[in-house]
């Protein structure tokens, strides 16, 4: 493991060199299109026309067929039948005319009986004994009489003798066969007549005028009119057709070629239409087609700058950085290996294998180890990558389902942890994502609305618990590995240093037992106060257990071990002291080092105390008129470099003072808390953390508050509570 964790250290001393970090994204990028290059290629095909297709072929894309939907909006419009409408107007005007011939006809026989009447009276003027009569008008005149109150387009259509048999009809007849040939005329043009059926509308004139009983002469008549009555009536309504047929086109949808569609099934000829379809979807053209892997550099470019960004933004130290980045690295490529090599399985015809995927392994491992929004962006990614390696045996060239399940299962893992990082947790949260992974497959299964056999459903059932499982193990198994070889100091990893039976904490409750009392003290005052400010409360507290382990050299010479001894400071020079006192620091580090124990714990118990002025034996040496320097009389740093080990050395310090007070009430609790932060900031010793002002009064009044609860049952009430209290 050293071996290791030496390497590593090299790897991670070469990441502090710009360079060499924008290779290791460029190398996350080449992982990452690699493992995906295969998924993303076209498969070549021999489909030629008119050869028997091999394989059954499905379309790799939804595409608009345009020539299809052409045809079938050209086939809806051919198939919209002709509009004809009905020329109410013409049945009025045909038996009009119609009237206006018996009109002519009556006029026509009114004027050659007044004719008639006129010549007879003259006649009779000439003389009684005249034995010349009236002479009557010839057919010729007559039908003459008739076509003069006729156009000339009627008089050639109807013949002589109609005109003839009209006017020579009487009166009453040709009232009678006038009203018989109107209403029989009505009664026919009153229904639609197209050109083909103007014949047979004639006939049905023709019939219904033969019922009549009239003179045969004047119903041979008659039956001449009501024929040359009838005329067409219905008419090609150009526009209305048109209208119609670009509706019926318009309501065609969009032929459409589905992906996923079987364009040629096995064994089949591959046809004219056919292989038109094959063009179109692109699966004929022999030049393979670069664009899939195009998109997928794209789909890779975006991920990388997502990655890179995301630690461009992190705040943390640089060697931290780096820290994480190789990390991250490691456990991301891991997962890629392990989703390519169970997206391999798909080619031995094992279809949704990526169910068995453990998705929510490295979300578990990178929230544990660095943060929450790493392991979110990793899941999000993964789950692109699964969408993409699991479509082998889909029509699509993503696999959403996969890419919904890992992503589910990833968050899921993440949301349980949210609370808790203990390594009995990483168990249960394999459970709960095991559960998740069960819903979500049954949820897109149904969503889906596949049908299915209980083998199937065992299936996923199986594979959607297994999951689960099999990444908390793997998350349980892995993780003392990265710990130890990025001597990551994990919450999980905290939780077992701060166990009472490490041998460190046995050693300070067994050889320095009052220093244990007081770590516990520091602990309990310097975790509240980091949880107010938002710093590690726990790295405080498992910090304050070890942070005074170099007491246990020499317990005697520190004033909480010296019970019922004299102080053995009283004897020895006040030079000698110091370095004693002084000693404890460096003697706890060094020990913590000893004991393989995480840099941050060895950077509280050698930084709590910072530079500060051990000021007893300072003032002490000058009394004794000893010439000294106040640098020889100040601990030897470094200074506290976060916010988590300046919290500690001024709860050592307060809680120390305090503890040193016979009877401390609230103010003078808050007073000396105030003092100590005052002496702090002025002394510079909170010069190289990042604390704020702000944080520093949010520090102090939680300190007070806390001391306050510790020291309630030895707070003296003032005589008038005293009072009240034996009244009571």
Same mark, same amino acid.
């Given at each position: 493991?050293?071996?290791i964790?030496?390497?590593?250290?090299?790897?991670?001393?070469?990441?502090?060199?710009?360079?060499?970090?924008v290779?290791?994204?460029?190398v996350?990028?080449?992982?990452?299109?690699?493992?995906?290059?295969?998924?993303?290629?076209?498969?070549?095909?021999?489909?030629r026309?008119?050869?028997?297709?091999?394989?059954?072929?499905?379309?790799?894309?939804?595409?608009?067929?345009?020539?299809?939907?052409?045809?079938?909006?050209? #086939?809806?419009?051919?198939?919209?039948?002709?509009?004809?409408?009905?020329?109410?107007?013409t049945n009025?005007?045909?038996?009009?005319?119609?009237?206006s011939?018996?009109?002519?006809?009556?006029?026509?026989? &009114?004027?050659?009986?007044?004719?008639?009447?006129?010549?007879?009276?003259?006649?009779?003027?000439?003389g009684?004994?005249?034995?010349?009569?009236?002479l009557?008008?010839?057919?010729?005149?007559?039908?003459?009489? !008739?076509?003069?109150?006729?156009?000339?387009?009627v008089?050639?259509?109807?013949?002589d003798?109609v005109l003839?048999?009209?006017?020579?009809?009487?009166?009453e007849?040709?009232?009678?066969?006038?009203?018989?040939?109107?209403?029989?005329?009505?009664?026919?043009?009153?229904?639609?007549?197209?050109?083909?059926?103007?014949?047979?509308?004639?006939?049905?004139?023709?019939?219904?005028?033969?019922?009549?009983?009239?003179?045969?002469?004047? &119903?041979?008549?008659?039956?001449?009119?009501?024929?040359?009555a009838?005329?067409?009536?219905e008419?090609?309504?150009?526009?209305?057709?048109?209208?119609?047929?670009?509706?019926?086109?318009?309501?065609?949808?969009?032929?459409?070629?589905?992906?996923?569609?079987?364009?040629?099934?096995?064994?089949?000829l591959?046809?004219?239409?056919?292989?038109?379809?094959?063009?179109?979807?692109g699966l004929?053209?022999?030049?393979?087609?670069?664009?899939?892997?195009?998109?997928?550099a794209?789909?890779?470019?975006?991920?990388?700058f997502?990655?890179?960004?995301y630690?461009?933004?992190?705040?943390?130290?640089?060697?931290?950085?780096?820290?994480?980045?190789?990390l991250?690295?490691?456990?991301?490529?891991l997962s890629?290996?392990?989703?390519?090599?169970?997206?391999?399985?798909?080619?031995?015809?094992?279809?949704?294998?990526g169910?068995?995927?453990?998705a929510?392994?490295?979300s578990?491992?990178? &929230?544990?180890?660095v943060?929450?929004?790493?392991?979110?962006?990793?899941?999000?990614?993964?789950?692109?990558?699964?969408?993409?390696?699991?479509s082998?045996?889909?029509?699509?060239?993503?696999?959403?389902?996969?890419?919904?399940?890992?992503?589910?299962?990833g968050?899921?893992?993440?949301?349980?942890?949210?609370?808790?990082?203990?390594? !009995?947790?990483?168990?249960?949260a394999?459970m709960f994502?095991?559960?998740v992974?069960?819903?979500?497959?049954?949820?897109?299964l149904?969503?889906?609305?596949?049908?299915?056999?209980?083998?199937e459903?065992?299936?996923?059932?199986?594979?959607?618990?297994?999951?689960?499982?099999?990444?908390?193990?793997?998350?349980?198994?892995?993780?003392?590995?990265?710990?130890?070889?990025?001597?990551?100091?994990?919450?999980?990893?905290?939780?077992?240093?701060?166990?009472?039976?490490?041998?460190?904490?046995?050693?300070i409750?067994?050889?320095?037992?009052?220093?244990?009392?007081?770590?516990?003290?520091?602990?309990?005052?310097?975790?509240?106060?980091?949880?107010?400010?938002?710093?590690?409360?726990?790295?405080?507290?498992?910090?304050?257990?070890?942070?005074d382990?170099?007491?246990?050299?020499?317990?005697?010479?520190?004033?909480?071990?010296?019970?019922n001894?004299?102080?053995?400071?009283?004897?020895?020079?006040?030079?000698t002291?110091?370095?004693i006192?002084?000693?404890?620091?460096?003697?706890?580090?060094?020990l913590?080092?000893?004991?393989?124990?995480?840099?941050?714990?060895?950077?509280?118990?050698?930084?709590?105390?910072?530079t500060?002025?051990?000021?007893?034996?300072?003032?002490?040496a000058?009394?004794?008129?000893n010439?000294?320097?106040?640098?020889?009389?100040?601990?030897?740093?470094?200074?506290?470099?976060?916010?988590?080990?300046?919290?500690?050395?001024?709860?050592?310090?307060?809680?120390?003072?305090?503890?040193?007070m016979?009877?401390?009430?609230?103010?003078?609790?808050?007073?000396?808390?105030?003092?100590?932060?005052?002496?702090r900031?002025?002394?510079?010793?909170?010069n190289?953390?990042?604390?704020?002002?702000?944080?520093?009064?949010?520090?102090?009044?939680?300190?007070?508050?806390?001391?306050?609860?510790?020291?309630?049952?030895?707070?003296?009430?003032? #005589?008038?509570?005293?009072?009240?209290?034996k009244?009571?």
């Open positions: 493991m050293e071996k964790q030496q390497q590593l250290m090299k790897i991670r001393g070469l990441l502090d060199i710009r360079i060499f970090r290779l290791l994204f460029l996350l990028g080449l992982v990452l299109y690699a493992s995906m290059f295969t998924n993303v290629k076209p498969e070549k095909m021999d489909l026309l008119f050869s028997i297709a091999n394989q059954t072929v499905r379309s790799p894309v939804t595409i608009s067929d345009k020539e299809s939907t052409e045809k079938k909006r050209e #086939e809806a419009g051919d198939g919209v039948q002709d509009v004809y409408y009905m020329k109410k107007e009025e005007n045909r038996v009009d005319l119609i009237t011939i018996f009109d002519a006809a009556t006029e026509v026989k &009114k004027e050659l009986q007044d004719q008639a009447n006129a010549s007879e009276g003259a006649s009779q003027e000439q009684s004994g005249s034995s010349g009569g009236t009557a008008p010839s057919n010729n005149e007559v039908v003459d009489k !008739m076509k003069g109150k006729l156009t000339e387009e008089t050639r259509s109807i013949s003798s003839l048999a009209l006017v020579s009809s009487t009166k007849e040709l009232s009678v066969a006038k009203d018989v040939t109107v209403t029989a005329i009505n009664t026919v043009m009153n229904r639609r007549i197209p050109a083909d059926e103007v014949e047979n509308s004639k006939r049905l004139v023709e019939e219904e005028l033969k019922l009549t009983t009239m003179s045969s002469q004047l &119903k041979a008549a008659v039956i001449e009119l009501g024929r040359y009838i005329v067409q009536n008419f090609f309504d150009l526009e209305a057709t048109q209208e119609l047929r670009e509706q019926a086109k318009e309501s065609v949808e969009p032929v459409k070629i589905l992906q996923g569609q079987i364009i040629v099934e096995e064994n089949q591959i046809s004219r239409e056919v292989f038109r379809q094959l063009e179109l979807v004929t053209d022999n030049q393979q087609s670069i664009l899939p892997f195009i998109g997928l794209l789909l890779v470019m975006v991920m990388v997502a990655l890179y960004y630690f461009h933004e992190l705040k943390v130290s640089g060697d931290m950085k780096q820290n994480y980045l190789l991250f690295s490691i456990i991301f490529i890629i290996v392990m989703l390519k090599g169970i997206s391999l399985l798909q080619q031995f015809e094992f279809s949704d294998l169910y068995l995927f453990p929510a392994m490295a578990m491992l990178i &929230k544990i180890l943060d929450d929004r790493l392991a979110i962006l990793t899941t999000i990614i993964l789950a692109l990558c699964g969408t993409i390696l699991f082998e045996n889909i029509t699509s060239s993503l696999n959403v389902n996969i890419g919904i399940y890992i992503i589910c299962s968050l899921a893992s993440i949301m349980f942890l949210s609370k808790q990082n203990q390594r !009995m947790k990483i168990l249960q394999g994502v095991s559960l992974n069960i819903v979500i497959i049954f949820a897109l149904f969503i889906n609305n596949g049908h299915y056999n209980a083998k459903y065992t299936f996923y059932f199986g594979g959607a618990f297994t999951s689960g499982i099999i990444a908390a193990i793997l998350t349980i198994g892995l993780l003392p590995f990265f710990e130890a070889g990025f001597g990551i100091l994990s919450t999980m990893r905290l939780i077992e240093l701060s166990n009472p039976n490490h041998p460190l904490l046995r050693k409750l067994t050889e320095a037992p009052g220093t244990y009392h007081h770590s516990i003290m520091v602990a309990n005052l310097a975790e509240s106060a980091c949880e107010a400010i938002g710093a590690n409360g726990l790295l405080a507290r498992v910090g304050c257990y070890y942070h382990i170099g007491k246990t050299k020499r317990p005697q010479f520190f004033i909480e071990n010296q019970m001894i004299e102080n053995p400071h009283d004897r020895l020079p006040p030079q002291s110091k370095n006192i002084v000693a404890h620091a460096t003697d706890g580090a060094e913590l080092r000893q004991y393989k124990m995480p840099k941050e714990i060895v950077d509280i118990a050698e930084q709590h105390h910072g500060t002025l051990l000021k007893f034996f300072y003032h002490k000058k009394q004794n008129g010439e000294v320097r106040e640098e020889e009389y100040r601990y030897p740093g470094p200074k506290a470099q976060n916010k988590e080990i300046a919290i500690i050395g001024i709860a050592d310090s307060v809680e120390a003072a305090v503890r040193s016979q009877h401390p009430n609230p103010e003078q609790i808050e007073s000396l808390v105030k003092s100590i932060i005052a002496d900031l002025q002394d510079g010793q909170l190289e953390c990042d604390l704020t002002l702000k944080e520093m009064e949010i520090i102090s009044n939680t300190l007070c508050e806390t001391l306050k609860g510790i020291f309630h049952s030895r707070i003296e009430y003032p #005589e008038i509570t005293k009072q009240k209290v009244q009571a």
